[in-house]
């Protein structure tokens, strides 16, 4: 039948739509990560249980599938939730919808609170472009990779990260970015003790490092000053430099191209040129 994908308050109850919950009401299974979370949801919302939750979580959903994809067959309803905010944004549900689009079935979203937009609109950053990262990569050259990537990203960054790696994460965007790369850092949102921090990297740094702030984080971080065009002196002044080192045209052409954002034929085109004229 159909796979219902529905948001649900990611702290303040107040958010659950009407519609999430007449959703939540007429499902014949809820998959959820944890059923005492959303059999306490459904209680607070003065929902009557009787679909059966189906527990779904980062360990669970491959091997749920065929289960939920027979439900489908059978003309269920089946509503996905998580334990806060969108299915399939960092959390189970994306490869639940991706099964259920292959075997033909319905996928409907119920929207609702999301901590990424949340915090993006409270940033005072842009928010006419933006890329959501979720959790970054905890160690190794994955993180090392991502965040080099994200040095030069000029929409505005949102990355989800836990209390007791979040000062270690600020501390890596700063060694990464700069300490005077503006940021926002947003916590316990819609709860009663919600807080957005904003200011440098430098600035939240030693935020965190004083207080060492509970709860779920969301840090949003401005994107890098877009570059300026290189003129063609620029490209020539690079590629005799490189050709000056000892670097054949080719390697001259692909550094100077990463280097100044340029295509590899504008600079290989100047780097034969230098090359000829070169005694």
């Not at 009407?18 to 959703?23: G, K, S, V």
């Not at 979370?37 to 459904?42: F, N």
């Not at 959390?91 to 099964?99: C, F, N, Y």
């Not at 075997?103 to 005072?124: H, N, R």
Request: hydrophobic share 45%; proline share 5%; glycine share 8%.
């Amino acid at each position: 039948m159909t796979l219902v994908l529905v948001a649900t308050p990611i702290g303040n109850m107040g958010d659950l739509s009407p519609r999430a919950a007449d959703e939540l009401r007429a499902a014949d299974a809820i998959c959820c990560e944890d059923s005492r979370r959303t059999g306490r949801l459904l209680q607070l919302a003065g929902i009557e249980r009787r679909a059966s939750l189906l527990v779904v979580n980062d360990h669970t959903e491959s091997s749920r599938i065929a289960e939920v994809l027979q439900r489908l067959a059978r003309d269920e309803r089946v509503v996905v939730v998580t334990d806060a905010g969108m299915p399939g944004i960092s959390d189970p549900g994306e490869r639940l919808v991706r099964a259920a689009v292959a075997q033909g079935f319905d996928v409907v979203v119920v929207p609702g609170p999301s901590a990424a937009v949340a915090a993006l609109v409270a940033s005072g950053l842009p928010t006419g472009r933006f890329v959501f990262e979720g959790f970054l990569p905890r160690k190794g050259a994955a993180r090392t990779e991502r965040l080099a990537a994200l040095r030069e990203e000029t929409r505005t960054i949102v990355v989800y990260e836990a209390p007791h790696r979040l000062l270690r994460t600020l501390v890596d965007l700063r060694s990464t970015m700069g300490g005077g790369r503006r940021v926002a850092v947003a916590r316990e949102l819609t709860k009663l003790h919600e807080e957005v921090v904003r200011g440098t990297l430098d600035d939240v740094v030693t935020w965190a490092s004083a207080h060492e702030p509970p709860g779920e984080h969301v840090i949003v971080v401005d994107g890098a000053p877009a570059r300026e065009a290189a003129t063609d002196d620029d490209v020539r002044a690079a590629v005799q430099a490189a050709l000056a080192r000892g670097l054949s045209a080719r390697d001259a052409a692909s550094e100077v191209a990463d280097a100044l954002g340029v295509p590899r034929r504008r600079a290989y085109t100047a780097a034969t040129t230098t090359a000829r004229r070169s005694p």
